[in-house]
């Protein structure tokens, strides 16, 4: 008879075998494009397919000659690490205030600034942003792009924030406060270390958003020199509209390195694991 | 080294309730003082005003005879170890213990000092550079206690420090916060919903219910002389015989037996009066016949109390309960006879529910 409960260990090994090709096909669907990534900037000769001829490190060299694509890069990492500044400093006590002062309608009002922050977006808003940047003179800017995004972003990022800040019991704060410290210092010596899993998240995620971003620039920037990279491998195309597949292969590659190498080093660091020392 | 003195203290929260309710309580110096009450009853609320976390809505708490009311937390050089202790988990034993001190600016070797004396009394010596999260709940409380001790507060507040611990730990963990607190000889304010642990741990306690204190005394107070019906039917492992009864000629009549109302409490009560007989299970013991102030019924349940057998009995409706040795345990069902110590019957008006 056939034990319902084992499971997996009682499947038929055509099952097996079916399941376990699914799976790769699957996979090889997603993996294929980021081998070309890795790949194509190194071919001499690159073309859509999966290959390595002639490698070098010609395509790089090409990509340099063009005076603003390193520049672009430097540009991209100064708007995501504003954004991520500006969502930590104004996120993080948002969130702790709305954690931890209770008012009336504080859900209701937390729902509305996460629906309205993402119902109206993307080129939605491009044309009253594109006047709102106007008017406060803040056109061609870094801040301008800066707090643009951020501002898209904080209603997420608070709302997350929050959750992490409801997990940290109360009586840290109040064990703190009878021992005569005073808010200030627990907020830096108590609160801070311990969300800080949550605040370095929020920080990553930030940047990444910032980093991919591409509308937001568009629209405010002007000054080819202070494009990010978003919107510099737009131009890499030649004036036929087709896409100069060594350039935009190298500078992708370049492009992805950076948030790749900042998920591991956080997951690694952070992960999702909280702190125990609380029992109950 | 304390006291504390709490009159007619208020707390009202926005939302309505009134979670302390007029209150007056004093507590001696170095005294082991444990407040016991039903959840909800405003026992925390207590502690909570008193070190400084809540504010009264009106009333003062005076300590060592200065007022204190609108003092903030951290000036009124109390220590709380919290139901959870609170112990910061991203520093490791030693920071905790030591971080009170940081914040009082006590110097380096000052602080070194504290800690090292704090650690050895509780014996965690060993366990100051681990993090919270490596070491048990026992130890997690030893190491939330050493943090208040650090201070050398005037007065402890422990909320309910014994309640994370299982069973067998928390016996342990009982007597050593007894000796310690006997040694260190600081005014201790215990809040628990465990009356035993009152009993055993406090030198006073007090009962609480909704918000107001309905007795203060020693633990033998509260085992011998219930002030009152509720705190009657709170205390005591197996629960108090509470009969009710009608003053008719000199006796209590209750169903078919009579006790006979001792002359101090028949100048009191007048015929007709309802009154309720209490009396501890304990001492309900077997009599050999029906009688004056004798309890006879059919056998309902008996329990294994170890050395003692409970026998619950239904005389005429109402159920009474009382003890026999082991070996003289009745069948269910089996006509039984118990009859009351009548020294230690004590009887409550009905209607008021106060002591006569």
């Known amino acids: 008879m056939r034990n319902p409960f084992a499971g997996d260990l009682e499947k038929s090994s055509t099952e ?26 190194f071919d001499g000769q690159p073309t859509y397919q999966l290959k390595l001829s002639d490698p070098g490190l010609g395509n790089f060299r090409e990509m340099a000659e063009n005076p603003y694509a390193y520049r672009s890069l430097l540009n991209s990492a100064i708007f995501s690490v504003g954004t991520g500044i500006v969502i930590i400093l104004i996120g993080a006590p948002a969130a702790y205030v709305l954690s931890r002062v209770k008012f009336k309608g504080r859900d209701v009002f937390l729902y509305f600034l996460l629906l309205f922050s993402s119902v109206v977006s993307g080129s939605a808003a491009m044309v009253p942003l594109f006047l709102l940047a106007l008017r406060f003179n803040i056109l061609d800017t870094y801040h301008g792009v800066i707090f643009i995004i951020a501002g898209g972003l904080l209603p997420a990022a608070i709302f997350i924030l929050k959750d992490f800040t409801d997990s940290l019991p109360k009586s840290y704060e109040e064990s703190a406060k009878i021992f005569g410290a005073s808010s200030y210092r627990i907020l830096r010596d108590i609160v801070t270390p311990v969300i800080r899993p949550g605040l370095a998240v929020i920080f990553v995620w930030a940047f990444v958003q910032s980093w991919g971003n591409f509308l937001i620039p568009f629209l405010i920037i002007r ?30 590659l370049l492009y992805t390195i950076p948030v790749l190498l900042m998920y591991f080093y956080v997951n690694r ?3 999702f694991r909280f702190y125990g020392g609380i029992k109950g | 080294m304390s006291t504390v003195n709490i009159k007619g203290i208020t707390k009202e929260f926005p939302n309505g309730v009134r979670a302390l ?36 809505t009106s009333g003062i708490i005076l300590i060592d005879d200065k007022d204190v009311t609108r003092t903030s937390a951290g000036d009124r050089n109390v220590a709380m170890v919290f139901q959870d202790y609170a112990l910061y988990p991203h520093m490791n034993v030693k920071e905790n213990i030591e971080y009170p001190l940081k914040i009082r600016k006590y110097l380096k070797e000052d602080r070194d000092e504290r800690v090292g004396k704090a650690s050895r009394a509780l014996s965690i010596e060993n366990l100051l550079d681990r993090k919270p999260g490596q070491i048990s709940g026992g130890q997690q409380q030893r190491v939330a206690v050493a ?36 040694e260190l000889g600081v005014t201790t304010i215990l809040v628990t919903h465990d009356q035993s642990e009152a009993l055993a741990l406090a030198d006073r306690m007090a009962v609480m219910e909704l918000g107001k204190i309905r007795q203060v005394g020693t633990p033998v107070d509260f085992f011998h002389r219930p002030a009152n019906i509720f705190v009657a039917s709170f205390i005591g492992s197996t629960p108090m015989n509470l009969l009710e009864g009608v003053v008719d000629n000199g006796k209590l009549q209750i169903g078919k037996a009579g006790f006979d109302i001792p002359s101090f409490i028949a ?3 007048t015929a007709g009066q309802k009154l309720t007989l209490g009396v501890r299970p304990e001492y309900v013991n077997q009599a050999k016949s029906s009688g004056a102030g004798t309890f006879s019924g059919t056998v309902k349940i008996t329990e294994n109390l170890g050395t003692h057998y409970l026998v619950l009995i239904d005389a ?3 159920e009474v309960r009382g003890t026999v040795p082991d070996g003289n345990e009745p069948e269910i069902g089996a006509t039984f006879h118990i009859k009351p110590d009548t020294e230690r019957v004590l009887f409550y008006d009905t209607n008021s529910g106060e002591l006569i």
């Open chain 2, 267 to 269: 100048k009191k009560v």
């Open chain 1, 223 to 252: 000054d080819v020199a202070k494009q990010p990279a978003a919107v510099m491998m737009y131009s890499f195309y030649t004036e036929a509209g087709q896409a100069v597949i060594r350039t935009v292969a190298a500078f992708g």
């Open chain 1, 269 to 271: 660091k952070y992960g």
């Open chain 1, 16 to 41: 097996r075998i079916t399941s376990a090709l699914f799976v790769v096909i699957v996979s090889l669907f997603f993996l294929l494009p980021i081998a070309w990534l890795f790949l194509a900037p």
């Open chain 2, 316 to 318: 005429d409706g109402t």
């Open chain 2, 21 to 56: 309710d007029n209150l007056d309580l004093e507590i001696k110096d170095g005294e082991f003082f444990a407040l016991l009450g039903p959840s909800g009853c405003g026992k925390t609320t207590l502690l909570r005003t008193l070190g400084g976390l809540e504010a009264a």
């Open chain 2, 147 to 182: 943090r208040a001790m650090a201070t050398t507060p005037n007065i402890y507040l422990f909320d309910e420090p014994l309640s994370n611990l299982d069973a067998r730990l928390r016996l342990e963990a009982r007597s050593f916060l007894k000796q310690l607190q006997r």
